[in-house]
């Protein structure tokens, strides 16, 4: 079954350092999705992406947040300069016109 | 404004019984909505969907129920299994499937006692 591969799963970072969350959505997918977990509390909307521009974004995604689509296969999230609150599980999702969502398994980033 | 929030955060029940787990949800305008299963460590896992032209559909052992009427979804697992242990999220979103964000519930967790 095809999945939505995510990595790393665990990034530990410095407060003020920039990340890089990668994913591979499904091959044939044509929207694509990053939420975020924080520990204990629900999933929340990033930002949506679809015909390589983002189609939509919560307010959480701020200056500090960027998406990219560089290669036709992945599907990158940057946080520019973290803060603490920004630890949290990040999902990448995908989905084709139809179907629901897959998600990956999640990296889990850790500001300290 | 939206919102989808969950009646329990945890519910147990003895394996081979049969569990319910609640969902409201606010926003009318709402067309599809999705349970997913999350276990520990993992990223949500989809279980069910349903349109809102539906108020009934069935899956292999669950079973998810919409109720426009009172804005309020369930999922009925039959025959309760330990490995249906894990954090349940129902979620809401309008349009095609996939297309728009969807909004997440709170989670309930299910725990399942041999």
């Known amino acids: 079954e095809p999945e939505v591969t995510q990595t790393p799963s665990h990034q530990v970072t410095q407060m003020g350092q920039e990340v890089i969350l990668r994913c591979v959505p499904i091959?044939?997918?044509?929207?694509f999705y990053w939420y975020r977990q924080i520990l204990g509390q629900k999933v929340e909307f990033l930002v949506s992406?679809?015909?390589?521009?983002?189609?939509?974004k919560s307010e959480i995604f701020d200056d500090q947040f960027s998406v990219e689509r560089p290669d036709g296969s992945n599907f990158t999230l940057k946080i520019r300069s973290t803060k603490l609150e920004d630890s949290a599980m990040y999902f990448c999702?995908?989905?084709?016109?139809?179907?629901?969502?897959?998600f990956g398994s999640g990296t889990r980033l850790t500001v300290v | 404004g939206e919102s989808v929030g969950l009646h329990l955060p945890t519910l147990s029940v003895q394996e081979g019984d049969n569990s319910i787990i609640n969902c409201a949800y606010s926003n009318s305008a709402s067309d599809y909505f999705i349970w997913y299963k999350q276990e520990s460590g993992k990223g949500p896992q989809f279980i069910i969907d349903?349109?809102?032209?539906?108020d009934k559909r069935q899956g292999q052992r669950v079973t998810v129920l919409l109720n426009k009427t009172v804005k309020h979804l369930s999922l009925q697992i039959a025959a309760t299994q330990p490995g249906d242990s894990a954090v349940y999220f129902c979620a809401e979103t309008k349009g095609p499937a996939g297309t728009y964000k969807y909004i997440f519930g709170t989670g309930t967790r299910l725990k399942v006692l041999a």
């Open positions: 349903i349109r809102s032209n539906m």
């Open positions: 999702a995908s989905s084709g016109t139809g179907s629901g969502y897959t």
């Open positions: 091959s044939n997918h044509l929207y």
């Open positions: 992406f679809y015909n390589n521009e983002i189609s939509e």
